[in-house]
Every structure is written in C-alpha cells, then in structure tokens.
C-alpha cells in the first residue's frame, strides 16, 4: 500500500515538474470539470444551444452522470452526462477512441432519454427538445471544420424534420491543429481545446482573461494533484498499454501465420 502512495506522489510530482496535467479528456476529470464548472458549462450549454448563458446559470440540472443502457451488461458503457435546463435535455459525451459501433451507441443514449422523457410528458406539444454534444478525441469526418452540427433531414430536398433533435461532433485534434499552427481560435474553440490540452501552458493560455474558461482550468489543475485521480489515470493508462501489448502481439502472429501460409 504504501509503495502505491510512493508511486503515485513521485507521478504527481513528475507532473509538477514536467509542467502537465492529467487531460480532461481523461473521463474522471471530464466530469470533475463538467460537474464542478457551472460558469463553464453554462458557456458549453449556450453556445450549443443559442440560449443566453446568464439565463442559463442556476437552471442547469444534473440528470444521472452515467446513463446506463437498460440491455447493455457492460457497466462501463454508459453516457457520460446527462444534463436539462428547463425542457432541455442535453448529452454530452466524451469519445477516446473510436470504433465500429460508437456513434450507434451513442445514438442508443440519445434515444434512450427520448423516449423515457416521452414516457413522462403530458403531450407531444411539450416535449423536450434533445442535444447530444460528441467530444470526440480523433478525427472521423473528412472535412476541415472541428465543429459539425447535424439534424435528423432529407438529404436530397434539404427538409430539416425537426429541430427539437440535434447532435454535434466536435474533432479535438483540429482544434489542437489550429491552435499549434497559430490559428485564433474562438471563445467556443478555446472552451473545447481546454479539454485536449495536457501542458498548463497552454491551458492557462486557451484560459487568459476569460473568467469562464479560467474557471475550468484551475479545476483541471486541482483535480491533477489529487492523488485519486492520479491513481484512476495510471491504472487507465497500464490498461491501455497491455491491450496494445495485445494488439501488437495478435498483429505479428497474424503477420508471421501469413508468411507461413504464403511461403507453404
């Protein structure tokens, strides 16, 4: 026990040292941020929504912070925020890697509450509108813009159905591309790189000036020196390292079993 607590105060004091913080894409830390920001997410829910952020402030509400999909047996996949203001619900979720089935379920989540917030309304008139914002730490669509809007609509004719339901895919690496090529970014662009950026240099200066911005990223450099979280991001990362050692061996016996068959 106390070579654990050694190892993870000489990790913390390499990231003293070294000038960095555990990412806030790390999803403990994405949550911390989410949860413990209220001017932040304010910002993020206004500028997603077009709702003035000072009417926003105070109304924002929790829904469940992991959404767990009712036939899903994997405990860790769920949604990782739900949050309403007023008859809004809104998910945001953060998106590491992806793969073949992401966006299918994260579309589960989005109709997930749909259809439970159906199940409570009175009528169709008073329904939610619905937001799914995707944080998504790669790039998947083959455009240049890092911020994407999508409607449910007809494609050929243009017709959006409806516009109480809308999703964003926001690509964190375009943001960071813009950045380190000394592209200004825009308030939003800052708010949403704060949550790629693990050097506190960049951190504080995506945050300079900017009270709403500064405000998470003081709470990133707290939630770095917490000796918890340090813990969560190690064992996340030794996991990560022995499924590439996985992968890296599964990739050179299928390598060598072609060569085999190749060579019969």
Do not use: W
Not at 87 to 98: G, H, S, T, V, W
Not at 101 to 122: C, D, H, P, Q, T
Not at 157 to 171: A, L, Q
Not at 174 to 195: C, F, H, M
């Amino acid at each position: 026990m106390l070579n654990d607590i050694a190892k993870l105060e000489r990790l913390r004091d390499n990231l003293i040292a070294t000038g960095k913080v555990i990412p806030a894409n790390f999803d403990p830390v994405f949550k911390i941020v989410m949860l413990d920001c209220p001017n932040y997410l304010a910002f993020l829910v206004s500028s997603f929504t077009n709702i003035p952020k000072e009417s926003i402030k105070g109304r924002i509400r929790v829904q469940n912070s992991e959404h767990k999909l009712s036939n899903d047996k994997k405990k860790k996949k769920t949604s990782d925020l739900i949050i309403k203001v007023d008859k809004m619900l809104a998910n945001f979720e953060m998106n590491n890697r992806y793969f073949d089935g992401l966006f299918i379920r994260n579309e589960a989540y989005l109709g997930k509450i749909e259809g439970e917030s159906l199940n409570v309304s009175e009528d169709y008139s008073s329904m939610n509108s619905f937001l799914q914002v995707n944080f998504n730490n790669f790039s998947y669509f083959k455009v240049k813009s890092p911020i994407l809007k999508f409607y449910y609509a007809d494609m050929k004719n243009r017709i959006i159905e409806t516009g109480k339901v809308k999703k964003y895919h926001i690509s964190l690496p375009k943001l960071a591309k813009k950045y380190y090529n000394g592209v200004r970014l825009s308030k939003l662009e800052k708010a949403l790189l704060i949550l790629k950026v693990d050097k506190i240099s960049d951190l504080e200066k995506l945050g300079k000036g900017d009270n709403d911005l500064m405000e998470a990223v003081g709470r990133i450099k707290e939630a770095s020196l917490d000796i918890n979280t340090i813990g969560l991001y190690d064992a996340d990362l030794e996991r990560e390292r022995i499924e590439n050692g996985i992968r890296s061996v599964s990739f050179k016996a299928g390598i060598e079993r072609g060569l085999e068959q190749g060579n019969v």
